[in-house]
């Protein structure tokens, strides 16, 4: 039995941070990050069933064209995916009122609809990626038993790359799922190796008022090369996605609208039009794969 402490559920039965029921989630799950993009998605849907908020956790549960879907705010950072993906995953594969595991296992597909930054010209601000690879520069695998998801000589490698003072904690290297790569990737779609960070200013090598620690990050990451792997954007979520949901037997994928282009210096002004855009890319893809469930 998982005690109440580890296990947190509010008075009416919901998972503690989200504020959902078992049967208000779908086992297609789109995620975002910003709050006021949950009714972007939604409001393409057929019908809505659930309509849930606490803090920055909004969730939208519907059905389009025939597959029930959930949609779902992050907010930012890898913090907040391990409540996400642990409080979805419990509500899916946790018998909360016995508070046991369920003997059979459900499994659920993550996709996340973000923004990124590009390191590279031949990614340009309001092109799509998905992301083949994540990389996390943040330490959020370190704390589970992650050892035989990860590349580890492609992380090792990173951090020999960067040369990187001690207090870093090393890279992990995930791979995407290949079946929902294979789903969303399309001519639309540049391929490429996502690297997750823990801050959106200094650890994206953004210099504002205060000085970084090493102003050659960003260049450095733009030359690192591994059998043939090239670091081609930066956001904040996809490398923590990639590692749990692998852990906990879900697929997840990682699809970015690009808005900054870092070695040009440019960032979009139609960045609502083409999040709209991947939206219904997104969307038109789930309702066509029998990978998702009706
Ligand atoms: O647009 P979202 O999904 O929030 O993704 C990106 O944008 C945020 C930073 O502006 C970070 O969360 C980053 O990963
Ligand atoms: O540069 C960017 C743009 C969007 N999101 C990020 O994390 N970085």
């Known amino acids: 039995m998982i005690p109440s402490s580890e296990l947190i559920l509010n008075a009416d039965g919901s998972i503690y941070h989200l504020a959902l029921l078992p049967d ?48 779902i705010s992050t907010g930012i950072g890898t913090d907040n995916i391990d409540i996400v993906f642990n409080e979805l995953d419990a509500l899916a594969n946790v018998d909360l009122k016995k508070r046991e595991i369920y003997p059979e296992l459900t499994r659920l597909n ?8 590009s390191l590279r010209k031949e990614i340009p601000v309001d092109s799509f990626l998905l992301s083949e690879y994540g990389v996390g520069l943040d330490n959020l695998l370190h704390f589970y038993k992650a050892d035989h998801i990860l590349k580890h000589d492609m992380g090792q490698a990173l951090a020999n790359h960067m040369s990187w003072s001690p207090f870093h904690s090393r890279p992990y290297v995930v791979k995407a799922d290949q079946e929902l790569l294979d789903v969303f990737h399309s001519e639309k779609m540049h391929l490429g190796v996502t690297a997750t960070n823990s801050g959106f200013y200094g650890p994206q090598g953004r210099q504002l008022r205060i000085q970084v620690n090493d102003p050659e990050q960003n260049d450095k990451l733009y030359h690192f090369e591994y059998q043939g792997l090239r670091i081609t954007n930066l956001e904040m979520e996809t490398a923590g996605i ?18 900054a282009n870092r070695e040009s210096g440019t960032f979009s002004s139609r960045g609502k039009q083409k999040i709209d855009e991947l939206i219904l890319y997104t969307l038109d893809k789930i309702a066509h794969s029998d990978l998702f469930d009706v």
């Open 24 to 71: 208000e989630i779908g086992k297609t799950i789109i995620t975002v990050g910003d709050p006021g993009r949950v009714k972007m998605v939604s409001q393409y849907f057929d019908e809505i069933l659930v309509k849930r908020e606490k803090r920055e956790f909004f969730t939208h549960t519907g059905r389009y064209k025939g597959k029930k879907i959930t949609v």
């Open 110 to 117: 993550f996709i996340r609809i973000g923004t990124s930054g």
């Open 242 to 259: 990639y590692g749990l949901a692998a852990l906990m037997g879900h697929r997840s994928i990682s699809l970015n609208c690009i808005l």
